[in-house]
């Protein structure tokens, strides 16, 4: 029973509580949304120190650098050999609280702070433009749909939460413009703290286990945000020309997001490794409301390994989702700028080769 429920926990806490955190990955402004779960490794252990339920602490810490273009498909290679590309670096720590109350319901409260840094070329030379703070707080109800003690192969938990616009969405820094003068502007949508938008996110995890130590795993994730657009400019040391306000793309678009993992587990004493695939993706039509305003929609397909060590209360974690395919698709602006000059738009985006996520769950 105690290699069971160490594998149950161990292949759906510690696979699916990156569920919404490791979002990549640079221009493709796909941001943390933070969130747990955890599966209740014995019926009765919702009793931790003679108490009802118990909470678990999870710190999740990512890193990315971003700095390879791509237009659709292509990769633009001529970029990186002229060193006028962008590159991002974003760092962001998530700190998720989890409140198990029984062995089905539970509701989680994410907490994410970022430092986010991006560097471009200006006349002769580079300069970069920086952003700190906190981020868009979340908070999720998760419920079990099968009951755990019947259920002890599979489950599926959903949840349903909100997403709150407490991240700051115009964040200025100084810019430096051809002639080496210093303009205060907004930094760029894929280093802002937030989007602007309160969104509806719904998530879907489950697992399944064919022995005591090999199982599989999947989750789902929507973001919907059902705003247009933000009002922060997106033109920086020059004014917006009469075509970027005609086709909305002079204004920060507030856009959805999802998440799409499965892959496999298997533990190994207090060990577990587990390998997947994961499809990040920020579409071009919002599910709810209207797609106007300036996004660099795509989509990251990775491969995604990962190993936890965990011993009494604590796991540590590492997983990093290597990229397979980049694809930054068109967007509306692009679409209605092709129409209205009769010419092909397609704007491009930085992509990260890989993301590091490692960090912390506690349970108390």
Not at 77 to 87: E, M
Not at 108 to 119: E, F, G, K, T
Not at 173 to 202: C, N
Not at 326 to 336: E, K
Request: hydrophobic share 35%; with cysteine; net charge neutral.
């Amino acid at each position: 029973m105690k290699t069971i429920t160490r594998t149950t926990l161990t292949i759906c806490l510690l696979t699916l509580l990156v569920q919404t955190q490791t979002f990549a990955q640079g221009c493709v402004a796909i941001r943390s949304t933070g969130g747990i779960c955890v599966m209740n490794e014995h019926p009765d252990s919702t009793e931790t120190n003679g108490k009802k339920g118990y909470w678990i602490y999870n710190n999740n810490d990512r890193y990315y650098k971003s700095f390879r273009h791509f237009i659709g498909k292509q990769e633009q290679f001529q970029r990186t050999a002229l060193h006028n590309n962008v590159i991002n670096k974003v760092f962001t720590q998530d700190n998720t609280f989890t409140r198990v109350f029984d062995d089905r319901w539970s509701v989680s409260a994410d907490l994410p702070i970022a430092d986010n840094s991006r560097s471009q070329l200006a006349g002769t030379g580079r300069f970069s433009t920086h952003s700190f703070g906190i981020g868009d707080i979340s908070v999720t109800g998760l419920y079990w749909l099968f009951d755990p003690k019947k259920a002890t192969k599979g489950n599926i938990q959903a949840g349903l939460g909100l997403k709150f616009a407490t991240g700051q969405y115009d964040y200025q820094d100084y810019f430096k413009t051809a002639s080496g003068s210093r303009v205060l502007a907004p930094v760029d949508q894929s280093i802002q703290l937030g989007d602007g938008g309160t969104g509806v996110a719904l998530t879907v995890n489950a697992y399944y286990n064919f022995t005591h130590t090999f199982g599989l795993y999947g989750n789902f994730f929507y973001l919907a945000n059902p705003r247009d657009v933000n009002g922060t400019p997106t033109s920086t040391t020059t004014p917006a020309s009469a075509t970027k306000i005609a086709v909305t793309s002079d204004v920060e678009s507030v856009p959805d997001q999802y998440l799409i993992r499965f892959g496999a587990s298997l533990a190994v004493h207090k060990f577990n490794f587990s390998l997947g695939m994961r499809d990040d993706c920020l579409p071009v039509h919002d599910l709810i409301g209207g797609s106007d305003g300036f996004r660099r929609p795509g989509y990251i397909i990775a491969a995604e390994p990962g190993i936890t060590y965990s011993f009494k209360n604590i796991a540590l974690y590492a997983y990093v989702p290597i990229a397979i395919i980049r694809d930054r698709t068109q967007s509306v602006p692009d679409i209605r700028q092709t129409e209205l000059t009769g010419t092909y738009a397609h704007g491009d985006a930085a992509f990260a080769d890989y993301v590091v996520n490692v960090g912390i769950s506690v349970k108390f």
